[in-house]
């Protein structure tokens, strides 16, 4: 049996050990740095993500006591997901922390474009807790399991030019609201975090777009969430956070 560490005390030498997390996004970013937090907190980590090089430097740069397992994966194809997904009979965090973004005004946004998000920003995802629900129970019904969605303030409210990437925020709100409620009986607790600007290169390719200067330092850091990640993973069972919202300390846009 796995018991959930209690507020992961300095006595709690390995805090996850024995658990398996599931992280997305692990190619760069919050993804990465959660991938890298969780296994150096013990736990099993199939580290998900789309490009092979990158991966293949996070798996050296691992340290354990953990162990960080690279998987190249596309999660758009379901069949890629299916052959995953059933190598694990447990599954105690579930962190989605992958996405596509693209921005552009109403009148001038492509079509295409709305599709690439939902499908990877929606579907995917939806698709992805579907296949672990079994595995997550399982841990559930056995010390608890949690599945964290990591969002945008535009999740909350979307600003011009958003249209698009918001609505896809809007409904993985929605998504974590509505499983939340069909799934704490079970063990597992469902949190959302609303994220503002984060050095990621994501935001720098928005910032280059913008034509304005990237100042990384000014925003959250990508360990600030792993950080929080990691916190909320390790609550005791009694409690459930089901939404937070971060922002970085200088505000710089």
Known sequence: MTVR???????????????????????????????????????????LGRDQARLDGLGKEARGPGTLLPIRLDLTD???????????????????????YASARVDAASLADLDAQYLANV??????TQRL???????GAD???????VNSTQGVRAGA???????????MRAFADSLRQEINADGIRVATIHLGRTATPRQETIYAREGREYAPALLI??????????????????AEITELHLRPAKKSY
């Open 143 to 149: 010390g608890g399991a949690d599945i964290v969605i």
């Open 221 to 238: 850091q990508a360990d600030d969430v792993a950080d929080l990640v990691d916190y909320l993973i390790r609550l005791p069972p009694t």
């Open 123 to 128: 579907r995917a995802p939806y698709a992805l």
């Open 133 to 139: 629900l079994p595995a997550l129970r399982v841990a």
């Open 5 to 47: 560490p209690a507020g992961g005390t300095a006595a709690d030498a390995v805090p996850l050990a024995g658990h398996v997390a599931v992280v997305t996004g692990a190619s760069s970013g919050i993804g990465r740095a959660t991938a890298l937090r969780l296994a150096a907190g013990g736990a099993t980590v199939l580290a």
């Open 78 to 100: 379901d069949t890629a997901v299916a052959d995953v997904t059933a190598r694990h009979g447990r599954v105690d965090h579930l962190v989605h922390s992958a996405g596509a």
């Open 161 to 171: 030019g958003t249209g698009q990437f918001a609505a896809t925020q809007h409904a």
